[in-house]
């Protein structure tokens, strides 16, 4: 058994680089390292992993070898939204797409939640990691991994201009119930399917692989323990042979995850409220919100503020998207934050995600290059401000 708490535990204090590096840079970041990729006129194929789940500190201790950047993620910290922002390169506030559960049009329409939508999702289509490589005669493939349990338009818009294949399912079924895969038998399939992508690389078509891994649906159950650090540092390892190999690997997360118990005097407060005002709750996680009419919005603020001081912040949703903005019409006017262990969730998780402390917005971008001197040390890694 992997599972065993580790002796190594997350602070809710993360340090950042004095220039905060938003998610919203990953697609940029990319489209440069293809561009240089083509400049030194020998073209490596690019795979990236995407860790569901994974916050920056973490990533710094189990990844030594890696360039590491410190990136700060969206509003929500939910992996629909933030997953979006990275691939496309637009905030959620433009890209439309502001968590879970949410109003497809306006705030007077019925929610929906979005893994079960099906329907077109509006908003801009303005490109993706995907396109940039194909622009930069890359391959664009992805490897959907457990993101291919939930089928709908999000995936599918999440994925465009990309061609997907075949892959490994990795924690898409894990239950409390179930018995859990050791994570070097996660690392070999994962391995595998990579090995398989780069076999269809040519020198004058090398390929840009993203490939996902939902390490999250671990974490919601069991935390960071030492099968994610096992996991965690086979990445490493897994790149290392890749760099080795001609490649060039890079990794990225979505938000970290915290300690979350379900309470049930939150939920009460939750449901009185929206009993006494007749509103409907979206959202999902960490963060939920009230659709309220113009003239309520105030006192509702007020109200929960009151019932739920100590537990979570109550903030007017434009504070963090511009009104008249996609997201803002999808979302609830009135925003509630947990701020501490005790909210909402599900029974059987004891982390969650969805609010804004430290450890779910600090996230990483690492980079394996063997052609690179640069290679960020903990030293200067470690020389910054608090959040």
């Not at 990319?30 to 990729?37: K, P, V």
């Not at 109003?103 to 801009?124: F, I, K, R, T």
């Not at 300690?259 to 509103?279: F, K, M, Q, W």
């Not at 609830?332 to 998780?349: H, K, M, N, P, T």
Request: hydrophobic letters at 45%.
């Amino acid at each position: 058994m992997e599972h065993t708490t580790s002796a190594s535990r997350l602070g809710m204090t993360i340090a950042r680089d004095k220039q905060v590096v938003h998610l919203t840079s990953f697609r940029g970041r990319i489209s440069r390292l293809l561009q240089d990729e083509m400049s030194n006129g020998v073209r490596r194929s690019i795979i990236i992993i995407a860790l569901d789940g994974i916050p920056f500190d973490l990533a710094l201790a189990c990844w030594p070898q890696a360039h590491l950047e410190r990136m700060s993620s969206v509003f929500p910290t939910t992996s629909s939204a933030a997953w979006m922002s990275a691939l496309t390169g637009l905030r959620v506030e433009r890209h439309g797409i502001p968590g879970v559960v949410f109003a497809m049009e306006s705030a007077n329409s019925v929610l929906v939640n979005l893994y079960d939508y099906q329907h077109e999702l509006g908003g801009p289509d303005e490109g993706n990691i995907f396109s940039d490589a194909r622009e930069a005669g890359y391959a664009p493939l992805a490897l959907a991994g457990d993101l291919a349990v939930a089928p709908c338009s999000w995936l599918r818009r999440l994925l465009a201009h990309s061609v997907s294949t075949r892959s490994s399912q990795f924690y898409a079924a894990l239950t409390r119930q179930a018995e859990f895969p050791r994570a070097t038998s996660i690392i070999e399939r994962l391995r595998a399917d990579i090995d398989a992508v780069l076999a269809l690389a040519t020198p004058d078509c090398p390929i840009l692989c993203w490939c996902f891994v939902e390490v999250d649906r671990y974490i919601h159950l069991y935390g960071y323990d030492d099968h994610v650090n096992s996991f965690l540092k086979g990445i490493e390892n897994l790149a290392i042979d890749l760099v080795e190999a001609g490649h060039v690997v890079v990794a990225h997360s979505d938000h970290g995850l915290v300690p979350n118990t379900h309470c049930t005097g939150v939920e009460s407060a939750l449901r009185d409220i929206a009993r006494r005002y007749a509103l409907d709750i979206g959202g999902a996680g960490r963060t939920r919100w009230f659709y309220t009419s113009v003239e309520q919005e105030a006192e509702i603020r007020d109200f929960s503020a009151a019932c739920l001081a100590g537990v979570a912040n109550v903030h007017s949703t434009s504070d963090y998207f511009t009104p008249g903005s996609l997201a803002a019409a999808r979302a609830g006017s009135v925003s509630i934050q947990a701020i501490g262990e005790r909210f909402i969730g599900d029974l059987a998780y004891s982390h969650d995600h969805g609010a804004m402390s430290a450890v779910e917005v600090s996230v990483p971008f690492a980079v394996w290059d063997g052609a690179r001197p640069d290679v960020l040390n903990r030293e200067d890694a470690d020389r910054c401000w608090m959040l």
